[in-house]
């Protein structure tokens, strides 16, 4: 209970002092949707993946103590590494099925801890969602939490140069109605769940 106290209380500093400046002043960033945010229990957000500091600003943005899985690489990032895992992020190892993560994941939403997860699991260059993993559909099911899909707006694209000058790009995070967890744990079930996740996120990325 104490240590869930200070990684809370970190949390919110880090939230404040460091990635406060950075969402609103250098990316100018908006939030849309924000009467659809839980307030109360644990939830699973889902979102697209288009730069590294998406769990920061992310997390900031919806004002709720949000877990990431983040690639284990991250974590040794200078700067980045601390503030991920200070913000209560945990690693995953891609390619395989980590038992581990998942348990912290089933731990975390017991705990009234809402995680959030890339929906592709990496990456991906036109910030949309290409290849939905069927993994936030299957915790959903397990931990019977809402699914909330969430589009971060440029993310891809952060910095563009313009004759040698950094110009930074406008961040725009919507987000989308809850959507309630799988019937079923069988391959149609997840699969339906998982398409409506992709389907809502890149509505709002239009």
């Not at 945990?90 to 998942?102: F, S």
């Not at 939403?109 to 809402?114: D, G, K, V």
């Not at 936030?136 to 899909?149: D, E, G, V, W, Y």
Request: glycine share 8%.
């Amino acid at each position: 209970m104490k240590s869930y106290f200070y990684q809370k209380l970190i949390y919110k500093l880090v939230s404040q002092i460091i990635i406060l400046p950075i969402y609103k002043l250098i990316f100018r960033g908006k939030l849309i949707g924000r009467e659809n945010i839980p307030q109360k229990g644990s939830f699973i957000m889902v979102s697209n993946h288009g730069s590294l500091l998406d769990p920061p600003l992310l997390g900031h943005a919806i004002g709720r103590n949000i877990s990431f899985m983040a690639k284990a690489e991250l974590f040794r990032i200078p700067l980045l590494g601390f503030i991920i895992k200070s913000c209560g992020a945990y690693p995953v190892k891609r390619g395989i099925v980590d038992k581990t993560t998942i348990k912290t994941a089933c731990e975390k939403l017991l705990n009234n801890n809402s995680i959030g997860i890339f929906i592709d699991g990496t990456r991906q260059k036109d910030g949309r969602v290409n290849k939905p993993k069927q993994g936030a559909a299957l915790l959903s099911f397990k931990n019977q939490k809402i699914l909330l899909p969430v589009a971060i707006i440029n993310s891809n694209r952060l910095v563009r140069l313009k004759f040698f000058i950094p110009f930074f790009t406008k961040i725009v995070i919507k987000v989308g109605k809850p959507i309630n967890p799988p019937k079923g744990a069988s391959k149609d079930d997840l699969a339906k769940v998982t398409y409506h996740l992709q389907e809502s996120i890149n509505n709002m990325l239009e």
